[in-house]
């Protein structure tokens, strides 16, 4: 029975049956008793394994094929109308020639299959901030993820009325999970998102980076808003204050670690805390008082499995330990548990790697094999997160004091400083960089950009997004956020890190917020403001205030490297390159002089 009378919904829904032609169709309400009833299904198929429900309870396994195992870059697409709007980052393809590959592909893909029908809703339910998308697809795995992962059921068709055209179609079938066949492709101008021939999350759960960023980025270009790639996290002082910050990273550098921080044992002791309103997507709007808002969109948290424990992220670890879904993780035999590297040094020996071989961990381990993959995953209500901000579901979201940039420098970039304006600000993360770790296949050290951690999720021309940031920040004037760049990875010629990370980042993320409230001082440099070394905390640390003297640190030789490197960037995006940006490069370049 239909959930909905929205005529714009049926009629799409009517197309998507009468194109892929399943054999049944059933409406996601929800509801305990129909997502048991699913989870009890996926279990009996073999698709998904029950775990040990005492000490795992609600806590289910799901492997996908070896071919399918994260988000495919190069199959990804955004079919603007024109070429140019998508911008050279992103691979386009003209929207009615893929509209008629995809059609031939989707003919009767979902014969003898159960087409799902997920409403859900991007942020909490009756906020303004909060956009819905319906997804159909033949997939028992997507129905129990997007569960986690929005807020799905009837509601969402609450939200969205009866007669709002404002929803983003969503198309997924695993069809035969081919490779050669798999595409992810977004339809900007169209509210809609094709995905075929992956059963991987990243891939085809759709309300993820394909509504919430590629899709959304768009909306708010359009609308007025700004759809990041940023964790939300507030810091309450003593008194009961707690202010938010938002910041963005490229992959492996300490997005979720830093929106779960754990503050360190002289910042407890007095009373501080650190609460977790996202970890890694942002919808951001101007509030009626003038100031930036944020809203996490998500309901929950889709981590990589691998190198999260006790130490590195026990609130992470915590979050996974009820309802969740574990995806390409290995499985202890002996206990029904799961196990990933990094997770401790106790690899299971009767195990089942995450293509589902027994083996036996010693000799599989010894052979420089993993037994999780290196991007297995962890689908965990947010609900579960020891350190969730109470402010998580509010309707307005919380208000933004910092937005903070930061990449993986060995050497170039300082341990924190702060932009001279918006407009310097959004210089700063436009030139955004990480340098390759030996993880990555590749040369290491080779410097990649990736603006604002946004380069793969920017669903337009990058050149129009940062055009759209700078007018942004005239709107905000006086009330914009301050805007930061962090560098927790400078090392020493050893190679190690000097700053101990962690925990520990509260400590520059205290002086970041004195800079926001005007309590600190700082010194001027060729690239910003910089802290006074002595004005960041180092009490029962190892380091000493000549470390970070050492860590703020400016070689005006390697800025004036960075200076070229970044000259070839820019050029990448010819007459679109807004004129504040290269001004911007103009008076680096005369500071480096």
């Keep these: ?297 998500e309901n929950g948290f889709f981590g990589v499995a691998p190198g999260t424990n006790t130490k590195s992220n026990p609130n992470a670890l915590a979050t996974t330990r009820k309802g969740t879904i574990f995806t390409n993780v290995a499985i202890n035999k002996d206990n029904m548990t799961v196990w990933w590297e990094g997770l401790d040094k106790n690899p299971p020996v009767n195990a089942i790697e995450w293509k589902g071989a027994e083996v036996n961990g010693k000799e599989y381990t010894a052979e420089g094999n993993k037994l999780a993959h290196p991007n297995s995953r962890f689908t965990a209500p947010a609900v579960n997160c020891p350190c969730l901000s109470k402010e998580f579901d509010s309707p307005n979201g919380v208000p933004v004091s910092a937005i903070v940039f930061g990449g993986r420098r060995a050497k170039t970039a300082p341990l924190v400083y702060q932009s001279r304006s918006w407009q310097h600000g959004v210089f700063v993360g436009s030139i955004m960089a990480s340098e390759t770790t030996a993880a990555a296949t590749g040369a290491v050290g080779v410097v990649r950009r990736d603006p604002m951690a946004m380069l793969p999720f920017c669903g337009y021309h990058m050149g129009d997004y940062w055009k759209h940031w700078l007018e942004m920040g005239e709107k905000l004037g006086d009330k914009a956020p301050k805007i930061f760049n962090v560098n927790w990875f400078r090392t020493d010629d050893e190679g190690h890190f000097i700053w101990p990370g962690f925990g520990d980042n509260l400590r520059v993320l205290m002086w970041i917020l004195d800079r926001c409230e005007g309590k600190a001082d700082a010194v001027e440099t060729p690239i910003g403001f910089e802290p006074k070394a002595e004005d960041i905390n180092i009490e029962g640390l190892d380091i000493t205030v000549d470390t970070i003297r050492d860590l703020l640190n400016v070689d005006k030789d390697l800025w004036r490297e960075e200076a070229k490197g970044i000259h070839e960037f820019y050029t990448k995006f010819g007459d679109k390159l807004p004129k504040e940006l290269q001004d911007e490069l103009a008076t680096l370049e005369a500071n480096l002089k």
């Design 1 to 297: 029975m239909a959930l909905t009378n929205n005529k714009n919904v049926l009629r799409w829904l009517d197309e998507m049956i009468a194109l892929t032609k399943p054999a049944h169709v059933e409406w996601i309400d929800g509801s305990d008793e129909q997502l048991q009833k699913l989870r009890d299904e996926a279990i009996s198929t073999g698709e998904m394994i029950k775990l040990n429900q005492e000490e795992l309870p609600g806590c289910l396994y799901h492997r996908t094929r070896p071919n399918d195992v994260a988000r495919v870059e190069d199959r990804t697409f955004i079919c603007s109308i024109k070429k140019e709007d998508a911008g050279p980052t992103n691979n386009w393809c003209d929207p009615q020639e893929m509209h008629e590959k995809l059609h031939g592909m989707y003919d009767g893909v979902m014969k003898g299959r159960t087409m799902y029908v997920i409403p859900y809703c991007m942020g909490p339910i009756g906020s303004p901030f909060s956009k819905v998308g319906v997804e159909v697809t033949d997939s028992i795995y997507v129905v129990l993820n997007m569960d986690i992962m929005t807020r799905m059921g009837a509601d969402a068709f609450k939200q969205l009325g009866d007669e709002s055209n404002d929803f983003v179609r969503g198309l997924h079938s695993k069809a035969d999970v081919d490779p050669e066949g798999r595409y992810i492709v977004h339809f900007p101008e169209e509210n809609t998102i094709c995905s075929i021939n992956s059963a991987y999350g990243g891939n085809v759960l759709l309300g993820k980076k394909c509504f919430a960023l590629r899709i959304a980025s768009y909306q708010g270009k359009q609308e007025g808003w700004m759809a990041e790639h940023m964790l939300i996290l507030g810091v309450e002082n003593p008194q009961g204050e707690v202010k938010y910050i938002t910041a963005a990273f490229p992959s492996a550098c300490g997005k979720t670690n830093l929106a779960m921080l754990i503050p360190p044992e002289i910042y407890k002791e007095k009373g501080y805390k650190v609460w977790t309103v996202g970890d890694d997507i942002a919808w951001m709007r101007i509030g009626p008082d003038g100031r930036l808002w944020a809203i996490n969109p």
